[in-house]
């Protein structure tokens, strides 16, 4: 009996491919529709870690489709359907070779790059004067490459991608103006729940019929880091962390036992206990973006679940 999902190996209905993601596992149906299933697995410093952590695949998922019904009004998305709560089910998209990352605060990459005294980020200059956590005057677009199988992102600058015909003009403004509607969307909501929305990361993608969408994830802590809105301002003028909703807390704890990604360093070893910390705080995450309880779901044979509610809706 399996508590945690970290691979899956099924055969779907007029399944063509599979492709495996740092976190996700995606299926080609029929190249029509993509059944997109949300792993337990954990990645930090796009390393994957060796083990999973449970409802972390359940909290991912329902969070980014519920984020998806709330900014269809502003940006298409790629959704048809949740028939599991690890599962999305949506349209086949061509994705774009770059991720759009938004930053609305010095925090995270950019911060520890402004530590080595750098002031410009893909390009995009960031204002003299500033301390770690502290919110730039307006939001920058420092987009990534779009990594494989678990290789490293990395930055580019907007010239770049264009240079290199990765985007073309005409997509890559869509995508500069959807990713800053979003952002104000997230933002906004974010408020709501006395959070701050300080970057986030979007991934796109072309329909057959040429429209440009949203996929993946979206405001998940995974892909997101929040912060508590009460107090921030009070932490900043004393110089302390900021209280945050995100993945950061995995990547301090990574840092603090020796471990960035790098080559030759040891993953530290993930206790019982530690995993349950960290599944706990995924919850926690959940219940603060979304404002509202966390359901778990049967996990005593996850696999299993899976393929009947994914089979159930392909049948139908």
């Not at 999902?5 to 492709?19: A, E, G, L, M, R």
């Not at 993930?270 to 996990?299: C, H, P, Q, W």
């Amino acid at each position: 009996m399996s508590s945690t999902i970290t691979t899956t190996d099924f055969q779907f209905p007029n399944q063509k491919s599979v492709y495996r993601g740092k976190v996700r596992e995606v299926y080609n149906i029929n190249d029509e529709l993509l059944v997109m299933i949300a792993t337990d697995r954990l990645s930090a410093f796009d390393v994957v870690l060796p083990k999973g952590i449970p409802y972390k695949g359940q909290i991912l998922n329902q969070i980014a489709t519920k984020f998806m019904e709330l900014t269809q009004d502003i940006v298409p998305n790629w959704l048809v359907a949740t028939p599991d709560p690890n599962v999305a089910v949506g349209h086949l998209c061509a994705p774009f070779k770059v991720e759009m990352v938004i930053r609305g605060y010095l925090s995270g990459h950019a911060a520890r790059e402004y530590a080595l005294g750098k002031r410009t980020l893909c390009g995009v200059s960031m204002e003299e004067g500033l301390k770690e956590n502290d919110k730039f005057s307006s939001p920058i677009i420092t987009p990534t490459t779009k990594a494989d199988n678990g290789s490293h992102d990395e930055d580019i600058s907007r010239e770049a991608i264009l240079a290199n015909q990765i985007v073309s003009e005409e997509d890559y403004l869509v995508l500069e103006k959807y990713t800053r509607a979003l952002y104000q969307r997230g933002t906004e909501i974010a408020a709501s729940r006395g959070l701050i929305l300080v970057d986030t990361k979007y991934e796109f993608g072309k329909t057959k019929d040429g429209q440009i969408v949203l996929i993946d994830e979206i405001h998940t802590p995974d892909s997101s880091r929040y912060f508590y809105a009460e107090g921030y301002q009070e932490r900043q003028g004393q110089g302390e962390e900021q209280k945050q909703l995100s993945k950061e807390f995995v990547r301090r704890w990574l840092i603090e036992n020796g471990f960035q990604g790098k080559e030759g360093q040891q993953i530290p070893e993930m206790t019982g206990a530690y995993i349950e910390t960290v599944s706990e705080r995924y919850i926690e995450l959940f219940e603060n973006i979304l404002g509202e309880k966390f359901v778990k779901a049967d996990i005593s044979n996850i696999h299993e679940r899976i393929e009947k509610n994914v089979l159930d809706f392909l049948s139908n």
